[in-house]
């Protein structure tokens, strides 16, 4: 049964292939797919290019209700399970419960809606980037950290010494007075991040640190303090668990390891 997307020759955005992501991971955890088969659609998500690719990753799975409503997700096949909703169901009952709305955001308990994925995993922090590249225009920032559910995000407000400070929840608001920004602060690109490699790795990352029953709690992106000048930005991988076992490690945007520190040392 073929996917009935939009046109399978229009091109994808990054909030697509985030969508993609994001229902890739929702096949691991369920038992779908094989770490090896998530792996290798993760990184084939990432370069597509065409609603058409992105179809064949996810055509012979089945979708969240949460994700559902994505442009991805409008065709693909979902055999029925009561906690697999047809997107076509989402849609009436949201008009149904939004009275003379366009679109009800709740029906009964359910909220409407896109979800926010986890932020720090490899389709969050894509999710992340495709929302902060349509909100200012570039993908430069001075620092971030994710956490599942939010980001802090601190960048150039664009005023000499002024440094803007923002909370990310689906949109981005001002979360605490504009600071001060020092003359030698450098600014990375979010962009220049590998998203397949650190998937990958933000995946592994429990296992990598020694921590058992581990989840990563936050990931922080920034150049280190002290570095000079030629010092590249790092990524801060930050695991622990329900015993106050902690670990975490350090990669450079290419995904390339820098260190670990494990829950054991």
């Known amino acids: 049964m073929k996917s009935q997307s939009p046109g399978r020759n229009l091109r994808a955005r990054d909030s697509d292939r985030a969508d993609v992501c994001a229902m890739l991971d929702a096949a691991l955890s369920d038992g779908q797919l094989t770490a090896a088969e998530h792996e290798t659609r993760t990184a084939t998500a990432m ?4 609603f058409g690719a992105l179809d064949r ?3 012979d799975l089945q979708v969240p209700a949460g ?5 991805v997700a409008r065709g693909v096949p979902r055999p029925p399970r009561r ?3 047809p997107v076509g169901a989402i849609v009436l009952a949201g008009l149904l419960g939004a009275g003379v709305g366009l679109l009800g955001r709740t029906v009964g308990d359910a909220v409407l809606g896109e979800p926010l994925p986890d932020l ?3 389709n969050g922090l894509a999710h992340f980037v495709a929302d902060y590249r349509a909100e200012y225009g570039t993908t430069l920032a ?3 950290t994710l956490y599942p559910e939010y980001a802090l995000v601190e960048r150039d407000s664009g005023r000499p010494g002024k440094q803007d400070e923002l909370q990310y929840r689906g949109d981005f608001e001002k979360w605490g007075s504009q600071g001060s920004r020092p003359p030698d602060t450098r600014s990375f690109d979010l962009a220049t991040i590998d998203l397949a490699r650190y998937a990958r790795l933000m995946s592994g990352a429990p296992r990598t640190t020694r921590v058992p029953d581990g989840w990563v709690s936050h990931v922080l992106v920034r150049f280190p303090p002290g570095g000079g000048k030629d010092a590249e930005p790092e990524i801060s991988i930050y695991v622990k668990n329900e015993a106050a076992q902690s670990g975490y490690l350090k990669i450079r945007p290419s995904g390339e390891p820098l260190a670990v520190y494990p829950a054991d040392r």
């Open 47 to 50: 370069r597509a290019e065409d």
């Open 57 to 59: 990753l996810v055509e």
């Open 67 to 71: 994700l559902a409503g994505t442009p």
């Open 83 to 85: 906690w697999w909703i």
């Open 120 to 122: 720090t995993t490899g």
């Open 142 to 144: 001075d620092e971030l």
